[in-house]
């Protein structure tokens, strides 16, 4: 949230109370670039709400795990079956990692990936979260992608591995986008060492920005009782806010979101860099949690192999779970 500025009133001196009309220029000036700003303002209006029983309703990935983790992504009907897809009393969406089979050496582990019944291009997406995934071998994400990957670009939102504190926001794209250094200034995340957000062929690193506020990601973030992660996409380009449980705006929560009141956002990537419309359009939005693969696997301490090994103990997996509040999406 903005801070609050206090108002200093400083003593004018004769000359200046001799001459008023300069300060009503000076107000009525101001006036008119408020209402000029007002007026340039995009008023969002709620196109579909996801909660509770919803988020069953989406669509279950029950394939191989691109990503190559050593997960069984399961089927609608077996996620309910097995425990690992419900909805609690109080309505909040559970998608969980099995916790209680114990496995041999490298063997798979049983998990849920749930994507949106419909795609969006541009709009605002603002996702209440309870509680997310971590703990040893777990990588989950929240994350948009389009057809034909990466041709219709993919935006990882919540991203990380094992108990990390912080959050890793990222776009993967085909040629011709990158993150533009010049707009570190824009947001409070900081840049990662890639710029180019071309993925493909095994150079699938993207282009990113890592959160590190408290209470962006894992652990931090569910002491809280979660939060907000915000997003919106359009011609201008892609921005991402985090809100704490305890700071999550009113015009949020009354459905009536006003992104220019929220702050400097998490991550900025402008269009002064990247064609957001060709490289980003008809996303379902997903969430996931896969365990080892390409990226937990590597930062796993002895490498997959040892990954792969702790697979096998549930006890890993007790915070293994998204607890989903709801997901809102607006148009202009």
């Not at 919106?232 to 009536?256: E, L």
């Amino acid at each position: 949230m903005p801070a609050v500025t206090p108002l200093v009133l400083l003593a004018l001196p004769l000359v200046a109370l001799a001459a008023p009309h300069l300060d009503f220029n000076r107000t009525t000036a101001h006036a008119h670039r408020r209402a000029a700003h007002q007026a340039r303002a995009t008023t969002y209006k709620l196109k579909d709400h996801y909660t509770g029983k919803d988020f069953l309703s989406w669509n279950f990935f029950s394939n191989d795990d691109p990503t190559h983790g050593n997960v069984n992504y399961l089927s609608k009907s077996d996620a309910v079956a097995k425990g690992l897809a419900y909805v609690q009393d109080d309505g909040t969406a559970i998608l969980a990692v099995d916790d209680k089979s114990t496995l041999k050496p490298g063997q798979n582990r049983n998990s849920v990936r749930i994507s949106s019944p419909k795609s969006y291009s541009m709009g605002l997406f603002i996702a209440d979260i309870f509680a997310m995934p971590h703990g040893p071998t777990v990588w989950p994400a929240y994350w948009t992608v389009g057809p034909n990957w990466p041709n219709g670009g993919e935006i990882d939102l919540i991203e990380g591995v094992g108990d990390s504190d912080t959050n890793q926001i990222t776009l993967h794209t085909s040629a011709g986008c990158t993150l533009d250094p010049a707009t570190s200034n824009r947001f409070s995340g900081k840049h990662t060492s890639t710029t180019d957000c071309k993925s493909g062929n095994g150079a699938n690193n993207g282009c990113g920005i890592t959160a590190a506020a408290p209470a962006v990601y894992g652990h931090a973030f569910n002491m809280v009782a979660g939060g907000v992660y915000a997003h919106i996409v359009a011609d201008s380009g892609i921005k991402v806010w985090h809100f704490p449980r305890s700071a999550i705006p009113a015009d949020i929560t009354a459905q009536k979101p006003n992104p220019d009141n929220w702050g400097t956002p998490v991550a900025v990537f402008s269009s002064s860099s990247c064609d957001i419309s060709q490289h980003f359009f008809d996303h379902v939005l997903t969430f996931d949690t896969t365990l080892c693969g390409d990226w937990a696997g590597a930062a796993f301490p002895g490498g997959p192999s040892a990954c792969a090994a702790a697979v096998a103990d549930p006890s890993n997996y007790a915070t293994s779970k998204w607890m989903l509040n709801y997901v809102s999406i607006y148009g202009s």
